[in-house]
């Protein structure tokens, strides 16, 4: 009886459990070359889009880029999504990555607490208004499709790709009250009989 009453439960638990973050667009950058777009005070932000099938709940969004025209570089970066800016910290990496020269950094904002769900087509930008002296640019992937998007145009970029990762975990939806008394129900029932078998 125990046992069965531990599987019903255990079904009951798949249909009503939780995802885990998982990647929603994962972009690895190029590391063997610089190959970048700006998007700093001078030209402006950069857009990318994206699409989820079904609901997601962001939890971490990060990027790549570099500085051509600054030594110690402060960084003052605007995120939106879908025109509404994101209030999280941005956190640069210690340990950049050496390429011709330059310090390809990584950056990675926590969205974790903001639930911030999306679904179908979004858009993502970025601008760093840090230091207007510095030049900085998003790097490019290392294999991918375009997927910069022209909010003007809404056409694909075929000549760049952003190196981006956006992670996030699908949401679950809420069974309906009769679903639910249907699974504690089928419970009872399962009980109901193993006792009288036994």
Sequence with gaps: MKSML????LSAMLLCGAASAAPIVEFAPETSALNGNQADEGTGALTVSFSTPSPYRLSRL?????????????????VTLGGDQIAAQVVRSDNPVLVE?????????????????????QSISLVNYGDDAAEWYWQ????????????????????WAPAWALYGEAVQ???EPASVTLVIGALLAAGASARRRS
């Design 62 to 78: 990060e990027w790549w880029g570099y500085y051509l025209s600054n030594d110690d570089p402060i960084d003052g970066f605007v």
């Design 140 to 159: 490019s992937v290392k294999d991918g499709p375009p997927v910069f998007l022209d909010p003007d145009t809404l056409e694909l970029n075929p000549d």
């Design 6 to 9: 531990v599987g019903a439960m």
């Design 101 to 121: 020269g330059v310090d390809l950094f990584h950056y990675v904002m926590e969205l974790d607490g903001l639930d911030l769900i999306v679904s179908g087509l």
């Design 173 to 175: 939806s809420v069974p």
